[in-house]
């Protein structure tokens, strides 16, 4: 009994091997140990705290004092307006914007994009500590504090999720569809009618896609949440439904079966979405994000249901999503012409 | 309809594959390609239905290259080993899916469910039908369009006694309407029953070409056959 155990098992690793599941066994401890090495050492490797004072404001001469002459913890940019400061502060070229508070002499207006984001805590925290050494225990320079993103915490979390509903059917569910009518032999059953590469590849690109528009539009309507500019928003979900159906597609013609595709789409699912969704935490992820598609979604989406943000500002988001959604629809095509896998 | 083969080859390592075939196949022929395990049959049957691209060599189908699949696709119809269907979706589903495809009339799924015996089981999923049901849904999708090409690879394999006769009756009853067949076969009687002509791939390379009279006291047939 124990030696067919033994066989069947080491037959089941071996499954596992061929199907090159392992590799999830081996990459995912190593990509979330790697993603939480950047999380982590963010905060020391944030070497200044960025702030922002308007050019013409007048501050108290005891805080100015104290924020120019703590040169290690500050860098101090003078912006001519509050809109540009909060324009700065949308850009993420400034943590945080300082505005004299109106009420109290010795007060400060904090403007930072989240009010529970790393950025504003250690701005608080800084300040907190300067004053302490300063003028000892005292009212707390920072008055109050605005935040330029709208919607409570949950509103905050909703492109997170809604990368991750893009990314799911991108490359969980579109490479397993693709490899399975590779491995079932249908999808040369249907080359075998009239129909053209280019309309399969196509048909397919559309059901990604209302699978993608189905489960946002659930999302929507039973979150009801307020979308600042819905044609910028509905052009960015389209434009990443299109990209991330297409690069799945791609994903399922590099496989020859649904266990591999299966794999295969994780590997790409994870380092799409974990330094996208965490990049608000730390400045290395952000820095790696940048060159990921999924990134090119979620912050335009975060920025228009956060920030009212609209497509005319984000324009070259839009484009390299739809390049990207191009090059590999493409791609799938070349692979489709030379039977790759089938 | 006139098939020329052109060089046709296909290598997939040192030992395995096609090498260069040159052949003609006339209209209404009934051809059976024999050979070993290994021996090139399918690849061969594959690349006439692009299942498979050749590494070089054309095969010019009624003076039409092969290279343009959606011009021949009419003309060519492909009954695999093991039939590839949507076993999720019924019998009725899957024709009409493939009627669309090769835009042809509903009407023709209703000839087609007559011809093969299959009214009873239109609304059935493929999945939970036997082996010898599904091969004839199979044959039955190939002949959608009304091809006048028909390629079978092996079609009997693993099928009962009178399903095999079946299967014989039909293909009898497609080559007196006038299709050019090809078929794959391991089985000596299936090539004495149907084939006008024969085929004979060893390793890769046609070893005989002619009628079963001359195959069965041929010395290739000895050599290699026999025990």
């Given at each position: 009994?124990?030696?067919?155990?033994?066989?069947?098992?080491?037959?089941?690793?071996?499954?596992?091997?061929?199907?090159?599941?392992?590799?999830?066994?081996?990459?995912?401890?190593?990509?979330?140990?790697?993603?939480?090495?950047?999380?982590?050492?963010?905060?020391?490797?944030?070497?200044?705290?960025?702030?922002?004072?308007?050019?013409?404001?007048?501050?108290?001469?005891?805080?100015?004092?104290?924020?120019?002459?703590?040169?290690?913890?500050?860098?101090?940019?003078?912006?001519?307006?509050?809109?540009?400061?909060?324009?700065?502060?949308?850009?993420?070229?400034?943590?945080?914007?300082?505005?004299?508070?109106?009420?109290?002499?010795?007060?400060?207006?904090?403007?930072?994009?989240?009010?529970?984001?790393?950025?504003?805590?250690?701005?608080?925290?800084?300040?907190?500590?300067?004053?302490?050494?300063?003028e000892g225990k005292n009212l707390n320079w920072i008055a109050d504090i605005q935040s330029l993103q709208q919607g409570g915490i949950q509103k905050q979390t909703l492109p997170t999720w809604i990368l991750m509903l893009v990314l799911l059917v991108g490359f969980i569910i579109m490479p397993a569809q693709v490899a399975e009518e590779k491995e079932k032999k249908l999808l040369i059953a249907l080359l075998q009618t009239p129909m053209r590469e280019v309309e399969w590849l196509i048909a397919k690109v559309l059901s990604g896609m209302v699978l993608i528009l189905t489960a946002v539009i659930i999302l929507q309507v039973m979150c009801q949440f307020e979308i600042g500019n819905i044609p910028s928003y509905i052009a960015f979900i389209l434009v990443g439904s299109f990209c991330f159906s297409s690069y799945g597609i791609f994903l399922g013609f590099l496989c020859r079966n649904q266990a591999s595709a299966r794999t295969l789409g994780v590997l790409f699912y994870l380092p799409h979405l974990i330094p996208s969704a965490l990049s608000d935490f730390s400045q290395k992820l952000t820095s790696i994000a940048t060159f990921l598609p999924s990134y090119q979604l979620y912050e335009p989406i975060k920025n228009i249901l956060l920030n009212d943000g609209h497509i005319s500002n984000l324009s070259l988001e839009w484009i390299s999503l739809l390049c990207v959604g191009l090059l590999t629809f493409l791609f799938s095509y070349l692979l489709m012409k030379r039977r790759w896998l089938m | 309809m006139l098939i020329e083969i052109h060089n046709l080859t296909k290598v997939y390592d040192a030992d395995r594959g096609l090498q260069p075939i040159n052949l003609t196949i006339e209209?209404?022929?009934?051809?059976?390609?024999?050979?070993?395990?290994?021996?090139?049959?399918?690849?061969?049957?594959?690349?006439?239905?692009?299942?498979?691209?050749?590494?070089?060599?054309?095969?010019?189908?009624?003076?039409?290259?092969?290279?343009?699949?959606?011009?021949?696709?009419?003309?060519?119809?492909?009954?695999?080993?093991?039939?590839?269907?949507?076993?999720?979706?019924?019998?009725?589903?899957?024709?009409?899916?493939?009627?669309?495809?090769?835009?042809?009339?509903?009407?023709?799924?209703e000839e087609i469910l007559q011809e093969f015996d299959l009214g009873n089981f239109r609304k059935n999923r493929v999945q939970i039908l036997s082996k010898g049901l599904r091969q004839r849904v199979s044959i039955g999708r190939a002949l959608l369009a009304d091809p006048p090409i028909l390629l079978f690879d092996e079609p009997t394999s693993g099928l009962d006694f009178d399903m095999t006769k079946e299967i014989y009756r039909m293909i009898k009853t497609f080559h007196a309407a006038g299709k050019t067949i090809i078929f794959t076969s391991h089985r000596p009687e299936e090539i004495k029953t149907l084939a006008t002509r024969v085929i004979m791939l060893h390793q890769g390379n046609l070893v005989f070409d002619g009628p079963p009279r001359e195959y069965f006291q041929s010395e290739v047939y000895e050599k290699l056959c026999l025990l």
């Open positions: 009994m124990m030696k067919n155990i033994m066989t069947l098992t080491f037959n089941d690793l071996a499954i596992a091997f061929k199907n090159k599941t392992i590799f999830l066994i081996i990459f995912i401890p190593l990509f979330v140990f790697f993603s939480l090495k950047l999380v982590d050492s963010a905060p020391t490797d944030i070497k200044k705290i960025r702030v922002g004072l308007i050019q013409d404001a007048i501050y108290a001469p005891v805080i100015l004092q104290t924020i120019v002459s703590s040169d290690g913890i500050f860098t101090v940019s003078r912006v001519s307006s509050e809109e540009e400061g909060k324009s700065w502060v949308k850009e993420k070229r400034l943590d945080g914007l300082l505005l004299p508070a109106e009420n109290r002499e010795n007060g400060l207006i904090l403007v930072v994009l989240e009010k529970g984001s790393l950025q504003a805590l250690s701005i608080i925290e800084s300040f907190s500590a300067l004053q302490n050494l300063v | 209209t209404g022929e009934l051809v059976a390609v024999i050979g070993h395990n290994g021996a090139g049959k399918s690849t061969f049957l594959k690349m006439l239905a692009s299942w498979h691209l050749p590494d070089s060599g054309e095969v010019i189908i009624d003076g039409i290259d092969l290279k343009n699949r959606v011009a021949v696709a009419r003309k060519i119809g492909f009954v695999p080993e093991v039939p590839n269907l949507f076993e999720f979706f019924s019998v009725e589903y899957n024709l009409k899916i493939f009627a669309r495809l090769f835009q042809v009339p509903f009407l023709r799924i």
